[in-house]
């Protein structure tokens, strides 16, 4: 069979940034991607699309064109691992085999877990900034959405992009302050947790456009069906004391961010967790059980934002401890939980949370220029205008603008402590 010195399991953001990096590292390492998409999605970007700013073809690239020359492309999908064997099974059951392997699968989008969704996607006013083919809905129903009801609602986190659900929210209601239709509109927030945002610092700045726009904050309310047909909507709702009632909802139109999952493959292999994502070293990407095998993105279980931010910062340290791992040495670089979140609170102005492991805030900008926790224009200069070639350009080049990992000193696997007493 074959066998590569780095084999990467996903060409999304995740997967593309290590090669890139790698590469920029050590040009003749042999490196292959397992990918069975023909194309590559900057999804931050759909959130824009959803809020007319953004067209969707702004959005994608051919998969052939972002990955690198040097890369040999398997466009198969992977169905399982068999980390005593090193190798990975693609669906045909070819083996590949790997001296070291990175794992970047992404999540799962559990449509199915609502009843009644998956048929109504796409009309009757049902509508998700969370599929390249659907975000241009959200606009158009935003636009043609006068007076009645509109729902926007937020499973249980895990999610990607923790503050997509509400952003669709805001452009929207922004369009409907500025077309003066917020007096005829009920807009609700359908929140399956119990609080607006994970990170209380940003949560006063989004409270003050929950009121502008006059939104109803409806906390603990988890999406349960949809009927398309009939425009309503059933929630689950938990009270103070852990009691379950339904409620049915009407509905004009409604933005669903779906629950998310593991893929299952993952789910259903040895490298996963018991909620089935990759069990990862939560600093050095490292996973728990296998040195051979690192892991980054959606689908590892390290406690940070699930976000592109978070995989600009991981790839670096990935490369630098899969590097070192080839050398039989330990990992050395480490991440620090950094994720971001734009939220787009406004057309023309966004609140930049950026923070890493535990809510500690990791502003990327000094205090003067963007005050982090207050809507900034420069931050949505830097969404519209910044980020997208940041991302094309830096993260899946393998330039690593203000992403440099830190890298530790010494071993910490073999750190000598005998004479530690020496300070
Ligand atoms: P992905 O980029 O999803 O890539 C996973 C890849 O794995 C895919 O190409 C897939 O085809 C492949 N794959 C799947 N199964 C297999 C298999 N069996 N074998 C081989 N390959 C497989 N992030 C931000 O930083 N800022 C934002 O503002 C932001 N907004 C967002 C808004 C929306 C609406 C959405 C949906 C996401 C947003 N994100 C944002 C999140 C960001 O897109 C993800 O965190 C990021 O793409 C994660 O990278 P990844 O490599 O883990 O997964």
């Not at 194309?39 to 998969?63: C, N, S």
């Not at 805001?170 to 609080?195: S, V």
């Not at 709702?237 to 009407?250: L, N, R, W």
């Not at 830097?382 to 071993?411: D, F, S, T, V």
């Amino acid at each position: 069979g074959r066998r590569h010195d780095v084999l990467i399991v996903g060409g999304g953001a995740g997967g593309q940034s290590v090669a890139a990096s790698l590469l920029k590292r050590k040009p003749d390492l042999n490196i292959a991607i397992i990918e069975p998409r023909t194309e590559h999605f900057y999804q931050p970007g759909w959130t824009l699309v959803g809020g007319g700013v953004f067209e969707r073809k702004d959005t994608v690239r051919p998969m052939e064109q972002v990955m690198p020359d040097q890369v040999k492309w398997y466009h198969a999908a992977a169905s399982t691992f068999e980390p005593k064997q090193q190798q990975v099974v693609l669906e045909d059951g070819e083996r590949i085999g790997y001296r070291m392997l990175v794992v970047s699968p992404g999540l799962r989008l559990d449509w199915d877990a609502i009843p009644g969704l998956r048929e109504t996607l796409g009309s009757n006013g049902v509508t998700s900034n969370y599929l390249f083919d659907l975000a241009p809905y959200t606009w158009d129903l935003v636009q043609s959405t006068r007076k009645g009801k509109s729902l926007f609602t937020q499973p249980p986190m895990p999610i990607k992009c923790a503050g997509a659900p509400q952003k669709a929210m805001y452009l929207a209601c922004d369009y409907w302050h500025r077309n003066n239709r917020l007096g005829e509109l009920d807009i609700q927030f359908c929140n399956a947790g119990g609080a607006l945002f994970g990170v209380a610092d940003y949560v006063p700045a989004l409270m003050e456009y929950i009121e502008k726009y006059g939104i109803e904050l409806n906390f603990m309310h988890n999406l349960a069906a949809v009927d398309g047909q009939a425009k309503t909507a059933l929630f689950k709702v938990t009270d103070g004391e852990g009691q379950v009632s339904e409620i049915e909802k009407p509905f004009d139109m409604i933005h669903v961010c779906p629950p998310q999952k593991s893929p299952k493959f993952i789910a259903d292999s040895p490298l996963a967790d018991a909620d089935g994502w990759l069990d990862l070293s939560p600093e050095t990407m490292q996973h728990k059980q296998f040195g051979d095998i690192f892991g980054l993105g959606d689908g590892g279980n390290t406690p940070n934002a699930k976000t592109a931010a978070a995989v600009r910062k991981q790839a670096p340290v990935v490369a630098e401890n899969v590097l070192r791992a080839l050398e039989g040495e330990a990992p050395r670089a480490i991440y620090d939980g950094y994720g971001s979140c734009p939220l787009t609170v406004e057309r023309g102005k966004i609140v930049l949370a950026e923070f890493g492991y535990g809510g500690k805030l990791l502003p990327t900008f000094p205090n003067w220029l963007v005050q982090g926790t207050r809507p900034s224009k420069l931050s949505w200069l830097l969404k519209e205008k910044m980020l997208p070639w940041l991302y094309w350009e830096g993260m899946l080049k393998g330039r690593e603008w203000l992403a440099k990992p830190e890298i530790l000193a010494h071993n910490p696997a073999v750190q000598d402590t005998s004479d530690a007493c020496d300070w």
